[in-house]
């Protein structure tokens, strides 16, 4: 009877360990995190991919995720300040609270561009106060990224870690890669003038080698007035500006006023990984990637 007893106990307290749970405020995070964790974790977004995760309703089912999260990976910067802290202060789970065990700001593992030189004061409309905070666009950035993740998971889920760390490195070798592809898929068109709606190609330009001489939006977040969107035509027509990038998630007219004033290429890509639909990051890239090299002929 005893062994008995001890045997029930054995599968009583041995079930399947609980997996990690992972909430990214962006879908190229939680898919970053989906292949440093696989099986081991269990990863939300906070974010579609449909969305300008600038601006985010905070939703009360958005605070049930926080609320029960083991990890909290931010873009940080600033991209989030309009709507997490309160997503956060209404989960009361104190180990995803900027600074706990389970928070982890991924800006902090890769060199930033637009970083103001002056205090920059995010009331007067600019909402890259802290620099530029969409560098998952360009995806070599995803590396450290991944790897600064696997750090953190092997940390709170020591037991894993050796996982963690072989996922990260499977994950960067298929990226690294896919990167050179992608290269070598769009070395004709470097030096192309290319001009963004949000400054948020920063960094996919940088890796790209395009020239972005004006923004169609005057600051990040403000939109265009009338005189700066006829300044962006000149700009346009004067440059050579091939190409005018955009998100699926902004209106797409004014774009598009100033890709047929000028003959330049509207491009309209997605905000990033379509996660809830279960693209991986690699899979997002290739879709951009294709889409600028249809567009620019490369
Ligand atoms: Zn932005």
Known sequence: MRYLFALLAFFVVLPAQAALRVVATVPDLAAIAQEVGKDKVKVS?????????????ARPNLV?????????????????????????????????QTGGAGFLDCSQFVGLMD???????????????????????DPRNAIAVAWGIAGKMGALDPSNATSYQNNAKDFIGRLQSSIKGWEQKLSAIRGTQVITYHKSWTYLANW????????????????????????VIGTVSSAGVKLVLQEEFYQANTAELVASKSGAKLVRL??????????????????????????LGG
């Open 270 to 295: 997605s905000g990033g990984t379509a996660f809830e639909k279960n693209e991986t990051y690699i899979q997002h890239f290739d879709t951009a990637v294709t889409k600028i090299a249809a567009a």
């Open 208 to 231: 790209l080698g395009f020239a972005v001489p004006i923004n169609i939006e005057p600051k990040p977040g403000i939109p265009p007035s009338p005189s700066h969107i006829v300044q």
């Open 115 to 137: 970083v103001p030189t002056e205090k920059v004061d995010r009331s007067m409309g600019d909402v890259h106060p802290g620099g530029n905070p969409h560098y998952l666009y």
């Open 64 to 96: 049930l995720d926080v609320s029960a999260a083991d990890l909290l990976l931010v873009v940080g910067l600033e991209l989030e300040v309009g709507w997490l802290p309160t997503l956060v202060s209404g989960a009361r789970n104190p180990k995803v």
């Open 45 to 57: 977004a906070l974010v579609l991919s449909s969305q300008d995760p600038h601006f985010v309703d």
